[in-house]
């Protein structure tokens, strides 16, 4: 069975902190996304990266995805109160039914003003 | 991508009953997916529905519990069966984009079951 180790599980920070968010396998993903997640609300995608070492910036986030594409990371620069949520990876198995993602356990990030 | 209409977003429900959840997508879809999930915790796969067939469950799901009807490409209920205080959760459906699109989320059912 592929896990999707995702650390840290909770996160509490004040505005204008850096984070960073790890998703860390033993196994290979073709793609790996990342979602956030509000309160009453869905998981919203936020990126998608596919190609092993991939970088894609989304303006204060920044994701990467591993050479070997086992792990994935999101970094937040200068966090805001705005960034608060549940933070999502999933990965989606580089074999067998690709349509089935593999769930990281959430990061709940709290960043206080 | 996909736009999901999910209802009820939430209800308080009595031990024993049954509450049916519905998802009405935008466009055709041949998968749509139910999860579960606790609060602030990651989201747990109930089954897959395909249109015209039975729906997968995954392991520890089962049919008589949550039975999943899939009439059309556009729509699909989850029914929670003879609910107890244990199936207090929020329930999610889901739809598969295209390659980089992701999957699109309802909004959610936050049930809680007294």
């Known amino acids: 069975t592929q896990l999707l180790e995702q650390s840290p599980q909770f996160l509490s920070i004040q505005e204008g902190e850096n984070l960073t968010v790890y998703c860390n396998s033993s196994?290979?993903?073709?793609?790996l996304q990342w979602y956030r997640q509000e309160p009453g609300e869905g998981p919203v995608l936020l990126v998608t990266?596919?190609?092993g070492g991939e970088v894609k910036k989304l303006k204060r986030l920044t994701f990467q995805f591993g050479d070997a594409r086992k792990d994935s990371s999101l970094h937040i620069t200068a966090a805001q109160p705005g960034d608060t949520g549940l933070y999502l990876c999933?990965?989606?198995?580089?074999?067998?039914?690709?349509?089935?993602?593999?769930w990281g356990l959430g990061t709940s990030l709290a960043v206080n003003p | 991508s996909a736009v999901i209409s999910q209802k009820p977003s939430r209800d308080i429900c009595q031990r024993g009953t049954s509450l049916t959840i519905q998802c009405q997508v935008d466009?055709?879809?041949?998968?749509m997916f139910w999860y579960r999930q606790q609060p602030g915790q990651s989201l747990t796969l109930i089954a897959t529905a395909n249109q015209g067939s039975e729906a997968t469950y995954e392991s520890g799901f089962v049919i008589d519990k949550f039975p999943i009807s899939r009439p059309n490409l556009t729509f699909s209920t989850l029914t929670v069966s003879n609910m107890s205080p244990e199936d207090s959760s929020i329930y999610l459906c889901s739809v598969a984009g295209q390659g980089r699109y992701g999957y699109t989320f309802g909004s959610g059912t936050r049930l809680t079951v007294v």
């Open positions: 466009s055709q879809v041949t998968m």
């Open positions: 999933a990965g989606v198995p580089n074999a067998g039914n690709n349509r089935k993602l593999i």
């Open positions: 990266v596919v190609t």
């Open positions: 196994s290979v993903f073709s793609s």
